[in-house]
Each structure stands twice: as structure tokens, then as C-alpha cells.
């Protein structure tokens, strides 16, 4: 998602103004809390943390699942150096050479590099917008197990489409896992952020399925913290948990100043994320008013997190986004989104798909959506 | 090296002081500008940090290479979560399954993990107390060069054996991988703690090597800053800087405040390292006096780093260890030391071994020698 990153730099240089749609940094104010700890933060010697974490974080995140019902002891939760580490131990401990992991396709593109990593390869569960991006359908979920099959991964709320599973969706994706001894790696980050008035549950929320449920969480998004790198991995499966504390202790600890100054993040109240949430909610539903607009333009309502996954009326993604930095402007400003390929692991898809994060300004967003559609006229005007 | 920190804790519970000998965690006072720059720290959203490092940082590193007469450019310069990423991500990058890596063994037990979950191994290069632990002969080294060899990884000054090469054997080593067309990874993160005025050459400062030099740095022992998990990977190979970037970008960024923090503390003179210098060297001596009057024990001088490998007179480390932790006090103290076996890759080696971290004050040194002393007399009257 990164790749672009050069050109942009460049576009910068030339007096262009781009609007970032391509990655989901929020622009909300990080809570006052992070910058008081680290105001008071006087260890005398900035010494290495415990490799689990620290105790004031892990008990307060014990505490924030505390509040949706969910017990959970000290040992089910691992602090990890961002969402990003919680994946890469994950897939390391659970995944050897010639395994397989289900993914929904659309998915976030480092799940596929962290599965790479390990030797095994992501078995997509493919999804379209006609459908709300929904894949919780007990059929087509057991045609893609085979014998290689070791775990499910899902995100909810969905990166990059936005799509919510209903209690009755995730708990059939946990039987499904259950029923077929598979581990099931629930990407919980986005967890506040869901728009519809619908009940988000956890799948830790869930009895009965301790031994197959992970979770990954993170403060970067719920807490507009993404520089801390702090996340988490959570699981009740003794053995799991044990596979990742040698991962956590190979590389010793996480920071220990972010766990300090991330354990008084959760300090904040539910009125927080409900404004955050309200925020999020009436830039999304610019970005709808916007997209509607476009002629051709092919787009999903998110029912949740921050993106919208839009079918272009271009023939390919890439070019279209290089040439947005580097040959057109309108009075002087272009977008940059993430293209779609990386965000599918069956060959051909997502050409001309783009994920773009609602993570501007009401103003700002407008703007960029009258430049997009500029742009794609322009675009189908000369190519 | 965590394994027995259970034990540990709950000897804690039992009333005993342990004396940590185990991990190196120095006691330094961290400098003061790393605490006053999370107090300046003010931008309103705590982001992401480029993928490749804050540029504060990497010139900060720059400048510091600098005085040593060695010019990098910002692009040869990765910041990462720590040394124990820069390693995680090196090996990732260079090893594939079935590869092989020459490490002088004792070594960190961590390259062991971070070579594994690459799927390759290490062909340990053996060395001994009685030669001063040294390595750069080449017939040795040759030997250990097949048609699997990737790379060749020093520690120097070395963790654990305190060995440090001279300027001759430094060049013999990038000499032995350039005409064999290896990798060398030099994890040069002691290099401020050398004890007999030799000059402490980097291997950046070789010219002609740029293709195969990797270095391995991090501000963790140099500014007692163990807790900012800080690193840095530094290469002048495109090729090889190009995939390192890729994990770079999986993972999104290392902490934007513990960066920022750590581009202050380069600030610090080199009256700083020098008095941290004398300070181990004072505790070297005051170690190296104690562990002289211990019968039947065996160790060698260490020229830099703050550790010493020592071999025992007792059966195993590991059940003595256990002992020390379980049925011994002496007064209500006992000590913990880093068991020697996982420093070696030759399956046997090191059974009796310990690694002793110098990073307490003299008194508290002194103390857990004499309590060493005492517990091996009585382990061999009862064992």
C-alpha cells in the first residue's frame, strides 16, 4: 500500500496537493491521557518491559473486555508491537509449509504477507459488493476446507469493505471452525467503530469456543494511536498462547514507555467512542452522498471501520493512480486511495477496485471526491 | 533465557533477593534527553512513523556514524522495533529454507530463534576460553563454508564471550564472505563497551564490502535505553535493503515516540560513553577479581560487551539453576544466571556453562559472587 509513496513524495515537491485516502491514519486529536503518561513516565532507567507486557496494560484491557462481559485472566492476553506483530506471531505459531488459512477476499493486504512469511498460502473465500460483502454461509465457508486447511481468518468490521457480521453470522463462523478443529483468527481492531445501531459482538464473547478462538486487537485505531505500535493478541488456547510467548520472547518486549502511556488510554470513557463513532458515521455518509454521484462508480454502504471498497470506471487501479500523481491535477490538488489487487489472493481481481479511508475531514472529503470524479473523467477522456 | 522466570517469581514470593545476573539489563541511569523529549512531544495525533524510520532519527544515526568517519546515506538505514527485529527481518530476508548461516558459537540464543523461523540453520564456528574465544582464522572459517552458506553473523564486541576482534581479524572476516560472495551481519551493538583502549573498528568502516556488510545496531545497551526497542539495520546493499523494506511496510513502523526519543539521546557526548565505559570496566574487574577465587572455575577475561561466559564446576547449569532458585539461600540471597547450553548450536556443548551480565553496581557484583561462590560448595556437598 506503500508503493506509491515515491511518487507522492514527488507530486509533493511540484507544489501538488494530494489527499490521502490510501491509508487508514485517522485525524482524530490521540486522547490527552497518552501525552500525560508520558509526561510522568520517570522509571530512571528505561529498562526492558516483561515480555507478556506490562501488568498496568494487560489489566487494563482485562478490564475494557471486562466491560462487554467477557472475563478474561492475565494469561489469555499477550501485548504485541502493534496489531501487525499479533498477525506475524499468529500465522509464525499456527501455519508450516503447504498450509492453507480461509480468508474472505477482499482482505487486508499484510495478512498476505505475514501468511507468506510463515510458508503458507491464504485460500480465499471470495465476496462481492451485489452481496454486502457477506461470507458467513455455511456452504460456501466448507467448500473451501480441504486437508491443508489449520485456521480461518476474518476481520469485523471488515478491512477494506466495511462489512459487519451479525452475532448469528459470527457464531456460525466459530461453529464452522469448531466443528472442523480449525483455529479462528478474529481481527477485532475496528471493533468501536460500527455505524448501523447494530450489537457488535466479540468472538470472545462466545462460551464454548476457547480452544479455537484468537483475537487481534490494537489501540491504533480506537484510540487515534496508531505511533504507539501497541496491540494484542488474545487467546484461551494454553497451548497457542504458549507457541507465541517464545515469539514474544525472542524479541524480548514491546516498548515500554507506548504500554505505559496505552494502559491510560483506556482510561477514557464510552462518551469518547461514541463520539468518535458519530464522527466517522457522517463522514462516511459524505463520502456516500459523494460516490453516488459518480457515474459508473460501483460502492457498498460500509456498516463499519473506516473504508469503502469502490469498483472504478477505469481499466486498472495502478495506472489510474499513477497517473493521478503524476500527470493530472485539479487546481493544483489529486487523491491517492489503495488500489485493489493486493487486497485479493485470486489472480485478476480487484483491477479496478480501490479502498478509500474515511479518515478526512467533512471539507476535505468533499473536496477529494469532486477531484475523483474530475479526475475519472479525465482519465476516460485521454486513455 | 526467560525460561525460569517463573521460579523466579516465586522465590520472590518466598522472601529471597535474587541477584540478576541473567539478562542485560544495565542499571545506567538512561539520559535525560530521552525523558524530555516525550515531555516536548506535542503533535496532536500519535501516527505512523514512516516505514524506513523518522528522519530525525536516521540522521541522528548518520551524524553518529560520522565521527567515526563513516558516511551513510539516509537510504542505508532502516529503523527498527528494536536489535531483535533488525535480526528477525535480516535473516527473513536472506535465509531460505535448507540455508545456512556460520555463527561462532557461544552466541546470542535469539539468532538461533530468529535462523529457525527462517527455515534455515546455524553451522556453528566453535570456539573456546583457553584461545580467548577468538574466531578469524581462515582455514576455520573456510572449513565451514558449503554450498548452503548464505552468510556469516559476528557479535562484536561478542555477547556472550566479551571477545572483541581486532582490526586485522575484523577485515580477514569481510575478506573470507567477499571472495566467497557471503553476507556478513555484524551485530555491533556493544561497540561503545571495549575495556583495553584497542580502537573498536565498525565493519561500515571497511571500504569495498558495501555488497556484504550488514550491520546490526541499537540504542538499547548503548543509552541504557533497553526499553525504547529502538534498533537499526544499515546496509549499503540495495538488493538486500529493498526486501528488508518489505517487512518494513508489512509492519507498518516502529514507535513514533520512542524514534523521536531516541534521535535526542544521540545528542549525549562522548564524555557520556566514556564514563559508562569506565563504569564496566570498574565492574569487569571487581567480577573478574571475585570469579578468580571461585575453585574449579573456569572463564576468560572479557574485552567489551558487559558479560562473561564462565564454565562451572558443577554437573549441569540448568539443575543447578533450578536449585539455586528452589532449595538454596545464602541470607536470603541467591542469583540468577543465563544458562550456557542455548549459546551453542553443537547439541552437548556448554552443559556448565553460565553467562554472567556485569550490569549491577559493585557492591551488589561483589555480593552475588560471594553468594555464587557459597552455593556451588554446598550444590557439590549434597549433588
Redesign the interface.
Known amino acids: ?2 508503493k506509491f509513496n515515491g511518487e507522492a513524495d514527488a507530486a509533493l515537491r511540484r507544489g501538488i496537493r494530494i489527499y490521502h485516502l490510501n ?1 487508514g ?6 486522547p490527552e491521557a ?2 500525560q503518561a ?2 510522568n ?2 522509571q ?6 516483561p ?1 507478556a507486557g506490562v501488568p498496568e496494560l494487560i489489566d487494563a484491557v482485562r478490564s475494557y473486555y471486562g466491560g462487554i462481559g467477557t472475563a478474561l485472566a492475565r494469561e489469555d492476553i499477550l501485548v504485541t ?2 496489531g ?2 499479533a498477525l ?1 506471531m499468529t500465522m ?1 505459531a499456527l501455519l508450516d ?1 503447504g498450509d492453507e488459512i480461509i480468508i474472505p477476499e477482499p482482505f487486508y493486504p ?1 495478512y498476505h ?2 501468511v507468506t ?1 510463515a ?1 503458507a498460502k491464504i485460500h480465499p473465500l471470495t465476496t462481492c459488493p451485489e452481496e454486502g460483502y457477506r461470507y458467513a454461509f455455511r456452504e460456501r465457508v466448507e467448500a473451501c476446507i480441504n486437508e491443508h486447511t489449520r485456521a480461518i481468518m476474518i476481520t469485523n468490521p471488515g478491512n477494506p469493505t466495511g462489512a459487519v457480521l451479525s452475532p448469528e453470522e459470527l457464531k456460525l463462523m466459530l461453529d464452522i471452525a469448531r466443528e472442523n478443529r480449525l483455529f479462528i483468527i478474529c481481527d477485532e481492531v475496528y471493533r468501536e467503530f460500527v455505524y448501523g445501531g447494530e450489537p457488535l459482538m466479540s468472538a470472545l464473547q462466545f462460551q464454548g469456543y476457547e480452544e479455537n478462538v484468537i483475537v487481534i486487537d490494537s489501540v491504533s485505531k480506537r484510540f ?6 501497541i496491540g494484542l493478541l488474545i487467546s484461551r488456547n494454553k497451548a497457542f498462547m504458549h507457541q507465541a510467548m ?1 515469539w514474544c ?10 504500554q505505559l ?1 496505552s494502559a491510560a488510554l483506556y482510561s477514557v470513557g464510552s462518551d469518547y467512542f461514541a463520539s468518535v463513532r458519530e464522527e466517522y458515521k457522517r463522514r462516511r455518509d459524505t463520502l456516500m452522498a459523494k460516490l453516488k454521484t459518480i457515474p459508473g462508480l460501483i460502492c457498498e454502504e460500509p456498516k463499519g471501520a473506516f473504508y469503502v471498497m469502490a469498483a472504478l470506471p477505469v481499466d486498472d487501479a495502478d495506472t489510474f493512480q499513477h497517473w493521478l500523481l503524476n500527470e493530472f491535477n485539479d487546481h493544483g490538488d489529486t487523491v491517492m486511495f489503495a488500489c485493489g489487487e493486493p487486497f485479493y489472493a485470486t489472480p485478476g481481481k480487484g483491477k479496478n477496485e480501490v479502498r478509500m479511508a474515511y479518515v478526512l475531514k467533512q471539507e476535505d472529503l468533499e473536496r477529494a471526491m469532486d477531484v475523483l470524479a474530475a479526475a475519472i473523467k479525465k482519465y476516460n477522456e485521454t486513455h
Do not use: H, W
Not at 530512571?44 to 518491559?49: D, E, F, G, H, R
Not at 520472547?249 to 507506548?258: F, H, I, N, P
Open positions: 500500500m506503500r491509508i491514519q485517522p485525524d482524530i486529536i490521540t497518552y501525552y508520558l509526561k513516565f520517570s530512571p532507567v528505561l529498562s526492558y518491559a515480555s508491537t502493534g501487525s506483530e506475524q509464525a509449509d499484510n504477507t505475514s512469511l510458508g487515534s494511536a496508531c505511533g504507539a505500535r517464545k520472547q525472542c524479541r524480548l518486549c514491546a516498548s515500554t514507555v507506548d502511556a
